[in-house]
């Protein structure tokens, strides 16, 4: 009797398990939007998040500053990849990545801020 | 003061002017409205209670002027919805000091985002007090978009370079220098060479019994290099000053007072008028510290300096605005 109980329950759990499996699919395209939003880059407390991030080629990566102080996007490169305006609280800025390589920047008003952009 | 208190210290053992005891209850109190003054070489802290005979004594000085920074015109998050209130209260203090003081200082960070209302703002405001000239030196919030252009243009008629130039009043030699351009990925705030070789020459013929006043907005010590509270070169400033026997260090940015004395240097940050910001460390970023609406005031003051002619050291007097 327990035993066909513990038996229901594994079946159950099967079943849980392939409804589960039933939206994998979704799984899958869960994942590929948590790549897109690893697009996005998040200023909060004075810091990037993440500090690395890898992309493919071609791909838009934005910043949002979500801090109650500006903070800018510049690339450490001279002549500058990309500069972004000052960013003020909840404003973006966005820069499309087509060449591989490694993009160090930083942010030019609090210069101990600073962030990668790995481009495969 | 020749009548010694229990809560003023005068134990200097090292003959550097500071004690210990006396540097550490300072430390203590700065930012909580309370407020030290170095004289004749001796830091002396003082409680609030204070502050009327403390006065009486100082304010017999030949130069007094005041120093305000960070007045961060625009800002409008929840540390401080109203920052034109806090620097109009600012006004206020000023023009009730016992003795008025002679011009202000303003140690940067004027507007939030360099806009030019911004900067109108402030203007404006500070027309209401009695002291008229206003010195200038930018903060990383005046110089944003256009690498100080407008800055220059409002504030920096005479000046130097990125905006630095030096001033004499009754015999203080001022110094006004720019640390907040041309910032490094990693870096603090930066000088920069043509600054450096600028002040080596300014400062040359000088007599070294010339008291000087050097006011920049990022300190020029290095406070708490982990949140950019420091400059990179700023020792390389400190050696051409070496000669001098008494030169104050005025600095902002760090949105609260903090002291040190290093032989005949006397460095001192002054509080916001806008918004107050963490202890070193005491946070997980250096940003606006919000503080309970009624005790806003406590944590935003002005800065008061005297100077009496023949005495080691300015009086450097801190008070809050509320």
């Given amino acids: 009797m327990k035993r066909s109980v513990f038996i229901a329950g594994l079946v159950a759990a099967l079943l849980i398990g392939m409804g589960v499996c039933g939206t994998g699919q979704k799984g899958s395209v869960t994942s590929a939007q948590e790549k897109m939003s690893a697009m996005e880059v998040k200023i909060d407390n004075f810091s990037f998040g993440p500090v690395t991030l890898t992309v493919p080629a071609g791909t838009t990566v934005t910043w949002t500053n979500r801090d109650d102080i500006p903070h800018t996007v510049v690339s450490t490169d001279d002549p500058k990849t990309f500069k972004s305006k000052v960013l003020d609280t909840d404003e973006k800025f966005s820069f499309t990545f087509n060449k591989p390589g490694t993009y160090s920047y930083f942010c030019s008003i609090h210069p101990k801020m600073t962030g990668k952009v790995i481009v495969q | 003061m020749s009548d010694k208190k229990n809560d003023e210290l005068l134990h200097d053992h090292n003959r550097d002017g500071i004690d210990r005891r006396g540097f550490l209850k300072c430390m203590a109190w700065a930012g909580t409205g309370a407020f030290c003054v170095i004289k004749g070489g001796v830091l002396q802290s003082y409680s609030l209670s204070r502050l009327s005979e403390l006065n009486a004594s100082v304010s017999k000085g030949e130069l007094s002027f005041v120093q305000i920074s960070d007045s961060h015109m625009g800002f409008n998050k929840a540390a401080n919805p109203d920052v034109v209130g806090t620097l109009k209260a600012a006004v206020d203090k000023i023009n009730g000091l016992s003795i008025p003081p002679e011009f202000m200082l303003h140690t940067g960070d004027i507007s939030h985002l360099s806009k030019p209302e911004e900067f109108d703002t402030v203007d404006q405001i500070l027309k209401g007090a009695k002291p008229k000239d206003v010195f200038y030196v930018p903060g990383e919030h005046d110089v944003l978009n256009d690498d100080g252009m407008q800055f220059l243009e409002r504030y920096g008629k005479g ?154 050291a300015l009086a450097v007097v801190d008070s809050s605005l509320a």
């Avoid at chain 2, 640390?179 to 600028?198: A, I, P, R, Y």
């Avoid at chain 2, 013929?205 to 290099?225: C, E, G, N």
């Avoid at chain 2, 460390?281 to 806003?296: C, F, I, N, R, Y």
Wanted: charged fraction near 15%; hydrophobic fraction near 35%; proline fraction near 6%.
């Fill in chain 2, 159 to 312: 000046s130097k370079g990125a905006g630095w130039y030096s001033f004499e009043k009754k015999g203080v030699h001022f110094i006004g220098l720019v640390n907040v351009m041309n910032l490094k990925s990693g870096g603090l705030g930066t000088l920069g060479h043509d600054q450096l070789e600028w002040l080596e020459d300014d400062v040359k013929h000088l007599k070294p019994s010339t008291p000087l006043v050097v006011f920049a907005h990022i300190p020029l010590w290095s406070l708490y290099p982990e949140w950019g509270w420091g400059t990179e070169d700023s020792a390389q400033a400190l050696a051409y000053l070496k000669k001098f026997g008494s030169v104050t260090v005025l600095n902002g940015h760090i949105h609260q007072t903090m002291q040190k004395v290093e032989g005949n240097v006397t460095f001192h940050t002054a509080c916001s008028t806008a918004f107050p910001q963490p202890e070193p460390g005491k946070a997980d970023s250096p940003g606006p510290m919000k503080v309970p609406a009624e005790q806003l005031r406590n944590v935003l003051g002005i800065t008061d300096v005297n100077y009496v002619q023949g005495q080691h």
